[in-house]
């Protein structure tokens, strides 16, 4: 039978239904795509008021598919509920023959190639949160960045540097040539000058920038490599550069497709990163942040290419420090010192209190006084991370750093106060106060703050922190606030009134990646370097409650904890003192190992 087609009054288009031998079809008034629905495992019949698919204007209008949303009507045995699946697809043949084995025995193979992905698993005795990292965490950095690069909130699809270079830095341990794959890609897409393309659909039509951190990514990766498997065969690949024209004036962007022109070493594309940023430095000896640093929203304080970004200067630190350990002692003095002529002049930001987070074109400090932005967290956690001034300094930097955290709704500020003034710093003003990167919690940052919280030994706040950023244990304890899947981690909270607490969009976020590499690294303990496993203490659980399962090539390492005389670690019955460490091998089947630790 035919649903009647519908049109509203406020020009609002509606899609026709039909339904034929249990199969649904939908169909988009405008072109004419289609997408087909139907119920396995229970009796099913379309609501002829219901069957009706909206098109919001000027988003999904004169789509392909008409994304229909369908009621049904499901008839089940009497006083028991039914299992059943709605199937949907733009196939309709696809649907032919579906049963419900078929869909549920699909589920679970998935289900099996996520719980795969993720070779590190955990028993704390929290099982809110231990079911978050082992069934979800993992599936959310593949399928919604490595896969998907899309979420339910935010359907992007392109490829940005900085982005998919942060989701592959959190993979190299457990998945290292999928992680190498993607950074040869970003290698690619950078320009002969030293800059990358900030975003591109394959194979490179993207915008060139003036965006300032994105090329940096490229050697922390090269050097995070090196760390941890030991292999420098990585430098010496090679990949192509892109040629276009330079931005003109005071020009933000361009969108092209550049060509290619010859090619280079891994390292040799690193150094032209390092090269451009270091060439780029302000009248303070702070790093311009052109249209841009990590915060995109910050495009207007630089554009006349004068205003400086401290958080820049100070990650630009521990880049340099870590390549320079790649590279070797020789080839990296250079870089050593110019790291701590930058450190040097970030650590004259700090006024006490707190570091400064930019300069501006006009002349105006950002992160100081007491006006818009007078405290900003990611300076703060970055000085701990990059080790900027002494630790007195960075102590004091971390408490001031601890006023943005809101102990009622369990989140932490990007910075406060928020702006109101869009012309001047950027689009960031166009944000509400305290929504998004404008004065809310941008998860991203919090998850630094967290690294800076382990490394400075507060693991009492580290741990109270981390509950709060883990979607599960997050909804427990704040319950309806959060609003957000309990499942997937939030971009971004809000601190705004009214909306106190609750989650932005969730799923498609750089921060899950970071997030599962401080659990790993920080809170559990466990790193690996040159290829060796250490088995640290754990920081963010208790140790003798904790269990950790490790999966390398076949082999499955069970790891348990015990307070005794000493750090090391014992394994088929053997004391192995002083030593914590051990290197995987592959197709042993089952190895019980003991970390056996004496400090409280």
Sequence with gaps: RLLPSLAAHDGTAFCAC?????????????????????????????????????????????????????????????????????????D????????????????????????????????????????????????????SRLFGRC?????GGAIGARDILQDALAIIPTDPERAKSIFLDVCAHQYAEGDVMHWWHPPRTGVRTRISDD??????????????????????????????????????????????????????HCERAIEHALARKGEHGLLKIGCGDWNDALNAIGTMGRGESVWLTMFAVRVLRDWA?????????????????????????????????????D???????DGHCALDLICQAWAQIARIGDEKTRRRALDSAAKLYDEKFGFVKLFDPPFDLPDRVGYIGAYPEGVRENGGQYTHAAVWYLLALFDSGREDEARRLL????????AEKYGDIRGGEPYAVAADVYSAEGRRGESGWTWYTGSAGWLYTVIVERAIGITMTHGLVRIGCPKGFDAQKLKVTLSFDGTTYEISYRKGDGDYIRAGGLNYLNCTEFRPCGGKGKVEIERVYSQD
């Design 18 to 90: 039909e339904e034929r031998d249990g199969v649904i079809e939908a169909r988009n008034c405008v072109t004419g795509g289609k997408m087909y629905f139907t119920c396995v495992g229970a009796n099913f019949k379309c609501s002829t008021d219901a069957c009706l698919s909206r098109l919001s204007r000027g988003i999904c209008f004169g789509a392909k598919t008409p994304y229909p949303a369908v009621a049904f009507e499901i008839e089940t045995q009497k006083e028991r509920v039914g299992e059943f699946a709605i199937v949907t697809s733009e």
């Design 92 to 143: 309709e043949e696809a649907l032919k023959g579906i049963s419900l084995d078929k869909v549920l025995s699909g589920i679970e193979a998935t289900k099996k190639y996520f719980r795969s992905l993720n070779r590190v698993r955990i028993d704390s005795g929290d099982k809110l949160f231990d079911d978050f990292f082992n069934e979800w965490l993992c599936t959310q950095i593949y399928s």
């Design 151 to 155: 979420g339910y909130y935010q359907a």
């Design 215 to 268: 090329k940096l990514f490229l050697p922390l990766f090269a050097a995070r490599w090196v760390t941890v498997t030991g292999d420098k065969t990585l430098l010496d690949e090679r990949a192509a550069y892109l040629c276009s024209p330079r931005l003109d004036g005071v020009a933000e962007a361009r969108y092209e497709t550049p060509k290619e022109c010859g090619e280079g070493t891994v390292r040799e």
């Design 325 to 361: 350990a790649a590279v070797g002692y020789d080839k990296g003095q250079r870089y050593l010192k110019e790291a701590e002529k930058l450190a040097d002049a970030a650590s004259k930001t700090f006024d006490g209190e707190k570091f400064a987070r930019a300069f501006t074109d």
């Design 363 to 369: 002349g105006a400090w950002l992160g100081t006084g």
């Design 467 to 474: 509950r709060d950023i883990c979607p599960s244990t997050a």
